[in-house]
């Protein structure tokens, strides 16, 4: 059993900062890229920036120069540092983790639970 835990989301005023954190815990032998989605209300859930294990990067136009994605491989967390936020992220936010279980050949992408983020005045 693999198990994403976040935390981090809020409310925050337009152009404040959050730091959203997804641990993994459970059976890893070890994981691959990890990433963080969003979904907005009536809207399909979108990629907002990956990295992989050896800390390459992409990032959705759209946070480009605002949101920063890290991580701490010995920990198996991984970190969103969101800056100059926008109403416009306001939205859930889910980790999801590509990881190599103890005992088994294929990965599988794994979900946390989800944190809202809300930007508003």
């Known amino acids: 059993q693999v198990q994403l835990v976040e935390s981090g989301g809020g409310l925050v005023q337009p152009g404040g900062s959050l730091r959203l954190s997804c641990a993994a815990s459970?059976?890893?032998?070890?994981?691959?890229?990890m990433g963080w989605y969003r979904q907005a209300p009536g809207k399909q859930r979108e990629l907002v920036a990956s990295?992989?294990?050896?800390?390459?990067?992409k990032y959705a136009d759209s946070v480009k120069g605002r949101i920063t994605i890290s991580r701490d491989n010995a920990k198996n967390t991984v970190y969103l540092q969101m800056n100059s936020l926008k109403p416009e992220d306001t939205a859930v936010y889910y980790c999801?983790?590509?990881?190599?279980?103890?005992?088994?050949?294929?990965?599988?992408?794994?979900w946390g639970q989800g944190t809202q983020v809300t930007v508003s005045s």
């Open positions: 990295i992989s294990r050896g800390g390459s990067t």
């Open positions: 459970g059976s890893i032998f070890g994981i691959n890229d």
């Open positions: 999801n983790a590509d990881v190599s279980r103890v005992g088994e050949i294929l990965a599988h992408k794994y």
